[in-house]
Each structure stands twice: as structure tokens, then as C-alpha cells.
């Protein structure tokens, strides 16, 4: 503003005055002075003037990097905290800096609440954060945590996928699990529940995983070695999550097994990369505008009344049938389970 009100010959309160679109200049004086800050480059500081208010206006995201559904997540972020009048802040969580690190880094630099997509910490630790900051947690619950939650009803839509297979005439059908990922252990749960409602519970079985294209690779070499040595492929997989999906169908049809031909393959997420793939990949859908506009919701209103209690939204899943599967090779379907009721 020094530079500004010295080009224009006028004090620098008077450029502060004008900028503010205050009364105190006139007409003629205000011209010149926006002028010469057009011509110098000027902006008023924005982010300085909420910080002599006490706020700052923005909203924190910590995110995996390498998570295709969270760059999703952040894509809804952006217009629904913009129509709240709030900016957004996002601090990566890598191989290399942990989730606590991102979200320092997004406390320090002032943000007022913080979104975690899919954080992985402990519940301690989110308990903890939840007491310092306005805290929501987009895919992972954690009970009695002060703390916003936000997610899809995974037991359901691991309902739907594994209803529709058995319909095709599945029965030796496999679970890849997510380890520690947000949403594994009720896509777990409801995975067994699943094969016993279908009387298929003998022929269960997780192997265990993670939320990435290497888990889905490596998936894929162990159920191929054991074909090797002389036991059948199972007819379906369901993976984790759609990233695990894709490394799986990667690691088969790299060594000629036919998708869906000899096996289908069913993801979770419907992440944008999910039907980008030469065959479309069968998922479940997670609405990841609409998990971010709660998001944003709930860290704005809390802002706006620290007494509310913590919130949970709910968001329902649904089946996407697409290219990676299909009905069961022919002797399974010659000799079908025993499904249970529906």
C-alpha cells in the first residue's frame, strides 16, 4: 500500500480507506489510486485482513496422495466449501510423511477445520484432534471420537455385489481385504456374512491385502501359482477397493486368464480411473460428491456452533455393472450353493 499510495501521491491511509471501499476519497482520487494498483500489480491481502479478525476462512484437507477416490473427494470439496465462502488447504499424506504431519502442517498454516479423506490413524489420535480443531473424517469411523463422520454404508454394498454374483451363479468367490483401510474391516464382515447367508460359508476365504495396485498384483501371481499346482481359480473376486481390483485384472490377464470369461472381477469405490480401463471395471459406488459436500457441511456448521454434538451421515452405495464381470464358467453354474434367504 506504500508503494501504491507514494505512485499516487496520496497517504497510505487514504489507499487503505479506498480499498476498503470506504467512504473518505473522493471520485476522482479513487481512480487514480485503483489505477496505479492495477498498474504496479496490487492486490489486496485477503488472507491478512481474516487473520486480524481472528479467522482465516479455510478448510484443511489431509489426503493420500496416491488414493484415486480421494482426488474425487477433493474434486467436490472445492465448489461446495467456495459456496460456503470458505478456501481449502491440502496437505498429502505419503510413503514418507505420515498423516500426522499433513494435518500439523494444515494447522499451521491456520486452516480452522480439518477433513481427513480415509485417515488410517489411531483412534487416540483423532480423539486428540477432534479436541483441539473442528475435525471430520470422510470413510472412517471411529465411535465415541469427537469427531464429524462421513460414510457410505459399506455392508451394504458389499450386500449388493455379492448377491449379484451368487445371482450369476457364483459360489467359489474371493475377498481381498484392505488391511487397515478405511472401510475394510465392515467389507470384511460383510463379506462373511454374505457367503453364510448364501450357505457358501465352507468356501470363504480373505486373503489378505491393501488399498493398492500391489496388492492386487500380488493377489493375482497367488492365485495363479496355486492353479499351477493343481487347484481351480476362484469364479469372482472382490477386491478391496478399486485400485487392488485394477492390479488384480493387470496380474491375470497378463497371463491369459479371460475376464469375465474365466473369473470376474468386482472393485469398491467407482473411483473416475474405474471405467477409464479397456474393460470397464464392476464396482461399488461410493457418491464422492456427495461424501464431500457433508464434509465441508459439517466442518462449516460446527464452526459456526462449537456446541453441536458429533454428526454422522450415512450415504448408500450402489452396484455399478460394467465390463469385468459376468455369469459363472460353466460347471459352476452346473452346480449351484445352497442361497440363503435374501
Do not use: W
Amino acid at each position: 500500500m506504500a508503494d501504491v499510495a507514494e505512485k499516487a501521491g496520496v497517504s497510505r491511509a487514504l489507499v487503505s480507506i479506498i480499498f476498503r471501499n470506504q467512504a473518505g476519497a473522493g471520485r476522482e482520487t479513487r481512480e487514480r489510486v485503483l489505477r496505479v494498483a492495477d498498474e504496479i500489480g496490487y492486490r489486496p491481502d485477503s488472507a491478512a485482513r481474516l487473520l486480524a479478525r481472528g479467522r482465516s476462512r479455510t478448510l484443511g484437507v489431509m489426503f493420500a496422495v496416491h488414493q484415486t477416490f480421494h482426488t474425487d473427494l477433493i474434486t467436490g470439496i472445492y465448489p461446495e466449501a467456495e459456496r460456503l465462502g470458505y478456501d481449502v488447504l491440502l496437505s498429502g499424506s505419503t510413503q514418507g510423511r505420515s498423516e500426522a504431519k499433513a494435518v500439523e502442517a494444515l494447522l499451521s498454516h491456520r486452516c480452522e477445520a480439518v477433513i481427513l479423506l480415509g485417515p488410517d490413524a489411531q483412534p487416540g489420535y483423532l480423539e486428540e484432534l477432534g479436541q483441539r480443531t473442528v475435525t471430520v473424517s470422510v470413510s472412517r469411523r471411529v465411535p465415541q471420537a469427537h469427531v464429524d463422520f462421513v460414510h457410505s454404508a459399506e455392508g451394504k454394498g458389499v450386500r449388493q455385489a455379492m448377491d449379484y454374483l451368487v445371482e450369476l451363479g457364483h459360489r467359489r468367490i474371493v475377498h481381498i481385504d484392505g488391511g487397515r483401510g478405511p472401510g475394510s474391516a465392515e467389507r470384511r464382515r460383510a463379506y462373511r456374512a454374505a457367503m453364510r447367508r448364501h450357505g457358501l460359508e465352507d468356501q470363504a476365504r480373505v486373503i489378505p491385502g491393501r488399498h493398492t495396485e500391489d496388492s492386487g498384483v500380488e493377489t493375482g501371481r497367488l492365485l495363479l501359482a496355486e492353479r499351477d499346482s493343481g487347484l481351480p481359480l476362484p469364479t469372482a473376486v472382490l477386491a478391496g477397493n478399486d485400485r487392488c481390483a485394477m492390479g488384480l485384472l493387470m496380474s491375470l490377464t497378463r497371463a491369459g486368464v479371460e475376464v469375465p470369461r474365466d473369473l470376474s472381477v468386482v472393485g469398491y469405490d467407482d473411483s473416475h480411473l474405474s471405467h477409464l480401463m479397456p474393460i470397464g471395471l464392476t464396482t461399488v459406488r461410493q457418491d464422492a460428491v456427495l461424501m464431500a459436500e457433508h464434509a465441508v457441511r459439517f466442518a462449516v456448521e460446527r464452526l459456526e456452533n462449537g456446541e453441536l454434538p458429533p454428526r454422522e451421515a450415512v450415504l448408500d452405495p450402489k452396484l455399478v455393472v460394467r465390463g469385468t464381470s459376468g455369469p459363472a464358467p460353466a460347471e459352476q453354474a452346473r452346480r449351484p450353493g445352497r442361497p440363503g434367504p435374501l
